[in-house]
């Protein structure tokens, strides 16, 4: 079965750090965009960073840019949200998405993976 996991969420005081990680199963994420999506609740899934299969272009959305960063690691199939300065309006599901096929929308995203809780408080 074809799937991704994040692994990294949990409780952080704002101003703290965490560091998210996705990882897929029964395929390798070498040859794919891999993005982070977040959802908070009553609210829509928005976009948050995203990096192509080389690893040389990277998206942020204006929200997280300076605070967050992505990387991959290709010798061990993996792609990290490293977040800091972590705010309050950050609390939300986290989701690692990926797709080979060169679009990048979001409802048309082949791979998502369960889900991360990220909570931001004091």
């Known amino acids: 079965q074809l799937q991704l996991v994040e692994s990294g969420g949990g409780l952080v005081q704002p101003g703290g750090s965490l560091r998210l990680s996705c990882a897929a199963s029964?395929?390798?994420?070498?040859?794919?965009?891999v993005g982070w999506f977040r959802q908070a609740p009553g609210k829509e899934r928005e976009g948050v960073s995203r990096?192509?299969?080389?690893?040389?272009?990277?998206y942020y959305a204006d929200s997280v840019k300076g605070r967050f960063t992505v990387s991959r690691d290709n010798a061990k199939a993996t792609v990290s949200l490293q977040m800091n300065d972590l705010k309050p309006e950050d609390t939300a599901v986290y989701y690692c998405?990926?797709?080979?096929?060169?679009?990048?929308?979001?409802?048309?995203?082949?791979?998502w993976g369960q889900g991360t809780q990220v909570t931001v408080s004091s």
């Open positions: 029964g395929f390798t994420l070498n040859y794919y965009t």
């Open positions: 998405a990926a797709d080979s096929r060169g679009g990048w929308v979001r409802d048309e995203i082949r791979y």
């Open positions: 990096i192509t299969s080389s690893g040389q272009t990277t």
